[in-house]
């Protein structure tokens, strides 16, 4: 009987499950590793090297063109700070023109792996921030711009946004190369080791202080030590402590720190509040208990970011029991700034139901661990994100690093865009392509040199602007 069962057990044929990979067998083509090496066939490693056509064509979006058309359905009032933010430095210019950016990716070469794009995946665009039992974790933590498109499009903005930084600290020309260099090294490593792992392994792979070890990045410990530190102190119980007052009938309200934090009318904070009725139904059903242990006590409208100031962006206080804040951040959600550019790069147009909900399930995607709170809504028919404010939030500044901290920086950031791209592409495939040797690293360490040098030009054109009064600006906000 028991050999009988055995062999009936071995003719048994479980069927093909949507959802689930397929079976390899006899016939079925190259492995992913193989495939993705044949693709080098038709984009060489090192062509990655060139700008292309629309970054030096004269019908390209000057930088003010850029700044008035992105700035199209934004909060007029705030554009004069949205400007001032940009003119810090060509860093600053490119942390709010990441449309300018995928209009001149467009026209460079691309593999046609796709993955989950950050969007926005400079170097500032990297930090700590706490899981649910307030363990920090690094990671991506802007998504923004999230879609999904060539994997390239975020090795090549990170790069050049290192070079960028490097610039702005003071460092030689060798070490800004330098550290573009090894963030794309540290991509195509940290691709091959994830390949080779299982893909549970790969999966939860290094979101913690392990990938400093790992990417050899032992020069930022105290750097980042310090920046822990400050998360760990970056609380919503302290920004309600510095930005609310006790009101005389009970409760607690926000005070206004024009121009960056501002209450709103009656009308606006209940259209705010009521939103969040719906933003349960996005939540996982889990949290909605903890919720439900607070009550809404006041809406006030809070300027944020760089390329997102002239948004809509809401705090929202929220009191449990014992009068101890947890604050919401309510963020209109526009479309992504690359979705006009990803057909002309040969992918699909994003067909987007929620833009909020866009925002929230890249996120989901591309993060180990990602805010417990995450969720979306509508605002007077607008789309919003809604997350948690000051979830011990922490980040380098890559422009305040000393010379000798941007290449260990740029290793750390490369290892952990691998990480994230990974959830969505097939890491074999994408380790086929970039191989063992530096090829790749080369190629795109000169687009970085060449590009910000595109962006130092745009940023001149952007100070020539203001000085002129063609655009208003408030430096210094």
């Not at 008035?68 to 490119?94: D, H, K, N, Q, Y």
Request: hydrophobic share 45%; net charge neutral.
């Amino acid at each position: 009987m028991g050999e009988a069962g055995a062999a009936v057990r071995s003719e048994v044929r479980i069927p093909e499950v949507a959802g689930f990979g397929r079976r390899s067998g006899a016939g079925d083509g190259p492995s992913p590793k193989k495939a993705g090496k044949a693709l080098r066939e038709r984009v060489p490693r090192s062509a990655h090297h060139t700008l292309g056509a629309r970054a030096v064509d004269g019908e390209r979006p000057g930088a003010v063109q850029a700044v008035e058309e992105s700035s199209r359905g934004r909060v007029p009032e705030l554009t004069p700070i949205r400007v001032g933010r940009m003119m810090a430095s060509p860093f600053a210019f490119l942390r709010g023109s990441a449309g300018l950016m995928a209009y001149d990716l467009a026209a460079t070469p691309v593999t046609g792996v796709s993955a989950q794009l950050c969007g926005d995946a400079h170097a500032g665009n990297f930090g700590l921030y706490a899981d649910a039992r307030g363990r920090l974790v690094i990671d991506l933590n802007d998504f923004d711009e999230t879609a999904v498109g060539p994997w390239e499009w975020d090795v090549k903005r990170l790069a050049v946004s290192l070079v960028l930084a490097g610039r702005a600290a003071g460092a030689s020309e060798e070490v800004c190369r330098a550290a573009a260099f090894d963030a794309v090294g540290a991509y195509r490593r940290t691709m091959r080791l994830l390949a080779g792992m299982s893909a549970l392994d790969a999966w939860n792979a290094i979101p913690d202080e392990r990938l400093v070890s790992y990417a050899d990045a032992r020069d930022l410990l105290g750097t980042l030590e310090r920046v822990a530190e400050k998360a760990r102190r970056n609380t919503s119980a302290r920004f309600a402590a510095k930005s609310t007052e006790a009101c005389p009938e009970g409760g607690r309200r926000f005070v206004d720190a024009l121009p960056v934090l501002r209450r709103v009318p009656d009308e606006e904070a209940a259209a705010v509040a009521g939103a969040l009725g719906a933003y349960l139904e996005t939540v996982s059903e889990d949290m909605l208990p903890l919720l439900a242990r607070h009550t809404i006590e006041d809406v006030a409208f809070r300027v944020v970011g760089t390329g997102s100031v002239g948004t809509r962006s809401y705090v929202v206080l929220l009191l449990d029991h014992r009068g101890e804040p947890l604050v919401l951040q309510v963020k209109e959600a526009r479309a992504s700034a690359l979705s006009p550019y990803l057909p002309d790069a040969g992918f699909a147009a994003p067909e987007v139901a929620h833009e909020g909900r866009r925002v929230v399930l890249g996120q989901k995607r591309m993060q180990v661990v990602s805010d417990i709170l995450l969720g979306w809504t509508t605002v007077q028919g607008r789309p919003f994100q809604v997350r948690q404010f000051r979830n011990r939030k922490g980040s380098v500044d890559p422009a305040a690093l000393a010379p000798e901290q941007l290449d260990d920086y740029g290793r750390m950031t490369g290892a952990l865009l691998a990480r994230a791209h990974a959830h969505s592409a097939d890491p074999r495939l994408v380790t086929g392509y970039c191989g063992k040797n530096e090829e790749l690293d080369e190629a795109v360490a000169a687009f970085a040199v060449a590009y910000a040098d595109r962006t130092e030009a745009d940023h001149a054109e952007l100070l020539a602007a203001v000085r002129t009064g063609r655009l208003a600006a408030e430096p210094g906000v």
